[in-house]
């Protein structure tokens, strides 16, 4: 070939001319596409770059978070076993609780509501029971919690009928006196639960004082006597000493007739 500048004739292979020292076409034209070579190799490195960066972030982060990209959800079939049980706990305290409430609304029920069950023993009249108790010394308020303790309360007597019932079931069961729920208070005699009293069959004494006449001051209870004239009642001191006229002491006051309403 010969020199682009110089003209003269030069070997193929040179890359520059021997005679003027200009480069020879050849080595320019290797020149370019060694450097289109060198341009394509860096623009493949950093299309490259490009793509891998963003896949390597992906991963990292999906690693360091455990999720593996799934946002972090645990799997359905372990999330669903997890509420199962949260929803068992739940329904199992629920239940516990519950049987609590049940358990204590029965114990106050039993505790405020005694039973209203009649002993057995008692006598039945007009659909009522009633029995004679007498447990020594003792107050008229504590007969009356022996009465409501049993699930009844001191007889309250409303009509003649009901109080010759009881007048002859005082004496069938050895009894000379026995008093029931009719108290002197406020100026009246009442029943002993604060409801008005509607019947009396008051007495005479042996002495022939008509009852209730408060003898010795503190006769503010009543009690069926068979000393009585003229009627069945006579007020008395629950639980007073009884003396006969030589002063020899004969008796206690303290049988009580107990009623249940069934």
């Known amino acids: 070939m010969y020199c682009r500048k110089c ?41 490259a770059v490009i793509i891998l960066i963003p896949l390597l972030l992906y991963l990292l982060t999906g690693k360091k978070d455990g999720s593996g990209g799934k946002d972090n959800q645990p799997e359905p079939q372990v999330a669903a076993a997890e509420q199962g049980d949260q929803t068992a706990a739940e329904q199992s305290d629920q239940a516990a609780e519950q049987a609590d409430a049940e358990s204590q609304a029965e114990q106050e029920a039993a505790n405020e509501e005694p039973a209203l069950q009649a002993p057995d023993y008692a006598m039945a009249y007009g659909g009522h029971h009633y029995h004679i108790y007498d447990d020594g010394k003792i107050s008229f308020s504590q007969a009356a919690d022996n009465c409501e303790g049993q699930g009844g309360h001191l007889a309250k007597i409303d009509d003649a009928d009901e109080n010759e019932a009881l007048y002859n079931y005082m004496i069938e069961q050895g009894y000379e006196e026995a008093f029931f729920g009719l108290v002197y208070e406020n100026g009246q005699w009442v029943n002993y639960d604060g409801s008005e009293a509607v019947y009396f069959d008051w007495g005479t004494n042996s002495a022939g004082v008509e009852e209730p006449n408060n003898s010795g001051g503190s006769e503010f209870n009543v009690q069926m006597d068979v000393n009585m004239h003229s009627g069945h009642w006579n007020d008395a001191e629950f639980g007073a000493e009884v003396f ?17 309403d069934c």
């Open 244 to 260: 006969t006229p030589d002063g020899a002491k004969y008796k206690d006051r303290y049988a009580y007739i107990c009623e249940w």
């Open 7 to 47: 003209g003269k004739e030069i070997d193929d292979n040179v890359l520059v001319c021997p005679h003027c020292g200009v480069r020879t076409d050849d080595s320019k034209k290797g020149s370019g596409e060694g450097a289109a070579s060198l341009l394509k190799v860096d623009v493949l490195v950093v299309a």
